[in-house]
């Protein structure tokens, strides 16, 4: 690209991002409600109708997980990482049957959080808390992905100029981007990342379907991509070898199940207006999977484009689908994509933020101080907002993780722990809180150990990455989530039984 | 998973009949017992533009997948009544 271009490219890139600030602004008015009330700003009112509610989930799935993660292990690893499309075709299945039960709970009680209900049910405060913080601690590391994912964009756009010092200028732009954010979800609160979903996913949608239909005519095809790979390496890339079947399952399916404990998700959920809308708009969320399979593949085709393997040979296997972008196409129109992959950051980091602050302030805060004012409360939570993702910011400049995807699935594992208490909780009276409880400490203490044992004891499989374990035959990889469910659900069982069996049954309350 | 021992009146999913119920089992369970069935579709060919089975076929199960679900949500909405 040439240096007019480079210019061009940053022109598009930043009068786009000025609409998206004014958008941000603007939508405080949006259906208006009194921001100064918890349930307004962090549920927008609870009065989003189907295709509303379709883009906020989607803006929660249409993260830098898939513009950045996914492609990065997918062109570095290959097959395996495919796993996120059987992810999302399942993930909404198992929301059909969960959500609308939940909205409904939610609504006749006017719970705000999934912990509001846990709390209750099992009559535990201590538990609710525990929830609380586990969820509040898994959302961090997936808003560091987000991170991760507005860099790549920045250092690929920065890199072009003759600078000094690209780095530094990313991490300015980065933050600059924050402050900015963090003051439009401080007044505009889900309004705000609602209405900037729409925006994004406009551009997102945009982009990728122009790149899968120029790019591989560019570069003659798929065909064209995987002859290019060294032999030796192709055969991971073009099937699943046998030994990587059951990580792939694990993967997919703990996923699947994990995506709806996030907090983030199930404040997704209750802003929605009915039931009805939540299973409609849930049911046509697969489409949006459809996108992410095809950029997934932007991991394979990069292989057939030279200059887009030189820039990520330059800036990290991060930056796949920016360098690809950038090396394929126009330079206004890698504008509009830059544009729409870094808001893809930005706009579920808000989100995220936002239910981790009603967490801390529901859940934790007002426990402690039981008559805290509604708009004390509110106001709380608009600033706790502000705090996490600025915690998020900071543990980026500390940890550099191998590979970004290895950040969202160990916020996985932790947000897996919580299965019991949410999805259980919500069916069935029979867990006790102890059982519960008991559950949540082994499966937190046997994930964080496993997790610890990959990464710096059993580094004897560089290959894979550091969310599995390795078992000798028969089941070869597992991802941690699953083994560490597994363990949860066990002693959640056992410990419940002993409980009933002792006479001191009918623990739980559904007063 | 666990005995639901109290139906009470949140369990919208009980107004349908039996079928509509079986019905609705099929089109949320078919979707996600192909997807975990991974060796049906690990496998090279067909290749279509030049893309392995393995992924063109997951990416196509994904549009299916949708339909199932359209379907499952407009009979659980039609059973839950009202409007």
Sequence with gaps: MSSAGNYELLAVFISLFVIFIGLGFWSSRFRKGDLSDLGEWALAGRKLGTYLSWFLIGADLYTAYTFIAIPELVYEKGAIYYFAVPYVGMTFGIAMITMPRLWKIAKGKNYVTAVDM???????????????????AAELPYIALQIYGMQAVLIVMIGQFNVTDATTITEIALIVSFIILAAFTFTSGLRGAVITAVMKDALIFLTVIVVIIVVPLEIGGFGNAFSAMKPAAAGSYQILPSLLVNGFISLSLMSALALYLYPHAINGILSSSSTKKIRLSTALLPIYGVGLAMLALFGILIYASSPALALVGKY?????????????LPPWFAGIAFLGIFIGGLVPASIMAIS??????RNVIKVAVPNLEPKTEARLSKYFSIMFKFIALGFIFLISPTYSLELQLVGGIIILQTMPAIFIGMYSKWLNKFGVGVGWLVGMVSGVYMIYYANFVANSFPSIETTFFKFSTPFSFLYIGLIALLLNLIFAVVITFIFHAMGKGTPTNNA | MTKDSNVNNLSIETNGTTIEKIVVAILLLVPIAVFSLTPLYNTKGPELFGLTFFYWFQAAWLVVTSIFYILAAMLLNRMEGGN
Excluded: C, H, R
Excluded at chain 1, 122 to 130: E, H, V, Y
Excluded at chain 1, 356 to 361: E, G, I, M, V, W
């Design chain 1, 118 to 136: 846990v709390s209750d049910k099992f009559n535990s405060k201590t538990l609710g808390m525990i929830i609380a913080f586990t969820g509040i």
């Design chain 1, 316 to 328: 990290g296997p991060v930056t796949v689908v920016p360098a690809l972008i950038y090396a394929e």
């Design chain 1, 356 to 361: 981790q602050a009603n967490l801390l302030t």
